[in-house]
């Protein structure tokens, strides 16, 4: 593998380590619809708003979630095929 695939695929994998980016990733699939607001995203993580929209970022950076605003709230929801291309990656060592 090249040394700039390794670095994104690290960066990648670096959203995933932390427990909450993973729960707040589990949230969101199981939610109706696919989808979460922020503001329903705090109290099952027990973290402050400003804290889950940290996370909920870097999910987003890593191209795991996709972020849309509206109006005052933004909605979260599992980018299209990113668990699959992270599984994916990983098979592919």
């Known amino acids: 593998m090249a040394e700039d695939a390794a670095a994104r695929l690290a960066r990648t994998f ?3 380590a932390d427990p909450t980016r ?4 589990s949230i969101i699939a199981g939610s109706e619809g696919g989808e979460a607001c922020v503001c329903d995203l705090t109290e099952p993580v027990g973290l402050s ?4 929209s940290h996370h909920m970022k870097l999910l987003a ?14 909605y ?7 668990l699959e291309a ?6 592919s060592l």
């Not at 993973?22 to 990733?25: G, K, M, N, Y």
Request: hydrophobic share 45%.
């Open 76 to 82: 979260y929801s599992i980018a299209d095929g990113a």
């Open 86 to 91: 992270a599984a994916g990656a990983l098979r």
């Open 61 to 74: 950076e890593a191209g795991f979630v996709e972020r849309e605003q509206r109006g005052r709230w933004a």
């Open 14 to 16: 670096k959203a995933l």
């Open 22 to 25: 993973v729960r707040l990733l």
């Open 49 to 52: 708003q400003g804290t889950v």
